[in-house]
């Protein structure tokens, strides 16, 4: 099982948005609505941030919005604030045997 | 407050072997599944390993596969990792991670983490 694709870095203006894509197969974004979102500070715990594609969790910020389409899922940070300046990991379940897969990982960076 | 903390790491020879453990407190430990991810020093998260609340059903990411155990007691609100034939690829942090309710593979807490290092 592959590691889904992200992009190794993007970056933004305070204010401004960005998208964060996570790109897999029809085994697993595709093929589920079961993708989930982390945020991990530097030396820090990985925290979740959205599940099943555009779920938030109570206490996450609606400046976080999550989509997919077809075998694509996407992060868009609305508003980007120097305090969202972080790693962040898609994950998704998958058809096989491997139950669950991460993404690659991307870097945010707040210009 | 949900509490996950992690023990067992250590430095360890490749070829040996090691048993992690998850002390869990402040959930119904056997109402979830319960999962183990790992990242190396630098770079991405990987899930390892995943059980159900009853350990009736596990699973394993491919590079584990065949090398490492899940269990669960749930009478102890604990979780393990038996990791055998470690190699020097299996040198990372590791997670135990408690699910979301009713969405067994959204890692909703996490532990601290204890680090695993293989090598001679």
């Known amino acids: 099982q592959s590691a889904l694709t992200q992009p190794a870095s993007v970056s933004g203006s305070p204010g401004q948005s960005i998208t964060i894509s996570c790109t897999g197969t029809?085994?697993?974004?595709?093929?589920?609505?079961?993708v989930s979102w982390y945020q991990q500070h530097p030396d820090k715990v990985p925290k979740l941030m959205i599940y099943?594609?555009?779920n938030r969790p109570s206490g996450v910020s609606n400046r976080f919005s999550g989509s997919k389409s077809g075998n694509t899922a996407s992060l868009t940070i609305s508003g980007l604030q120097a305090e969202d300046e972080a790693d962040y990991y898609c994950?998704?379940?998958?058809?096989?045997?491997?139950?669950?897969?991460f993404g690659t990982g991307t870097k945010v960076t707040v210009l | 407050e949900v509490q996950l903390v992690e023990s067992g790491g250590g430095l360890v020879q490749p070829g040996r072997s090691l048993r992690l453990s998850c002390a869990a407190s402040?959930?119904?430990?056997?109402?979830?599944?319960m999962h183990w991810v790992r990242q190396p020093p630098g770079k991405g998260l990987e899930w390892v390993s995943g059980?159900?609340?009853?350990?009736?059903?596990?699973g394993y990411a491919d590079s584990v596969k065949g090398r490492f155990t899940i269990s669960r007691d749930n009478a102890k609100n604990s979780l393990y990792l038996q990791m055998n034939s470690l190699g020097p690829e299996d040198t990372a942090l590791y997670y135990c991670?408690?699910?979301?309710?009713?969405?067994?593979?959204?890692?909703?807490?996490w532990g601290q983490g204890t680090m695993v290092t293989v090598s001679s």
């Open positions: 991670s408690k699910p979301l309710k009713l969405h067994r593979g959204v890692f909703e807490s």
């Open positions: 402040g959930f119904m430990f056997d109402d979830y599944a």
């Open positions: 059980i159900s609340w009853n350990s009736g059903k596990v």
């Open positions: 994950s998704s379940s998958t058809t096989t045997s491997a139950l669950y897969v």
């Open positions: 029809s085994s697993d974004v595709g093929g589920y609505n079961y």
């Open positions: 099943d594609v555009s």
